[in-house]
């Protein structure tokens, strides 16, 4: 082996074992008290919401976002209504923009109950982002990818669930703009 080649492969070896002592503390973000961001952020008190009328939804139990569940509340709602169910997280830009319709859909049509499924470890921050939208539609927390794990649903967000008597009807992985499109695809969903 060369000089050259010998320097190479110690500059290789010296920048991994930099990456290697450095990225997972950027990654991770220890502080001095030991905590991860993440972990603080879990602990972060969360604002009063409106509370959840059932302890889950689509047969997966979820803590209701911001709010205890009442001591008489049922495992699940399952009285024949349509649940839609639309699953965002606080960092998610096309959730931001369809939670308002999903306020709308529950405003104009009350013969479906929507609920939200917020998809992410800092509930604080789910709940933030709903008061800054001046929103109080009832969501449920799943800090652990729960939900989304029982139910076998694609790995992105928003996606939209249609439910009825604890059965998933229909799984419309997409953001929403339009009201109208939303109408139609939870109607017939529920069919």
Known sequence: MNKHTM?????????????????????????????????????????????CAALGVAGVELD????????????????????????????????????????????????????GVHADPQAARGAALLEDLGLDLPSFQDSDNAFAAALSLPGVVPVTLVVVDGEVRSVLPKPYADMEELERDVREAAA
Do not use: K
């Open 7 to 51: 320097g190479y492969l110690l500059a290789v070896v010296a920048v991994a074992a930099l990456l290697i002592a450095v990225v997972p503390g950027m990654l991770g973000g220890e502080n001095p008290g030991g905590e991860r961001p993440e972990e603080q952020a879990r602990q972060e008190p969360v604002p009063e919401r409106p509370g």
């Open 64 to 115: 209701c976002l911001g709010a205890e569940a009442a001591a008489d509340a049922p495992r699940e709602l399952s009285d024949g209504a349509v649940t839609v169910v639309n699953v965002w997280a606080w960092w998610c830009a096309p959730c931001r923009e369809e939670l308002p319709l999903m306020q709308r859909l529950a405003a104009e049509h009350p013969e479906y109950r929507v609920v």
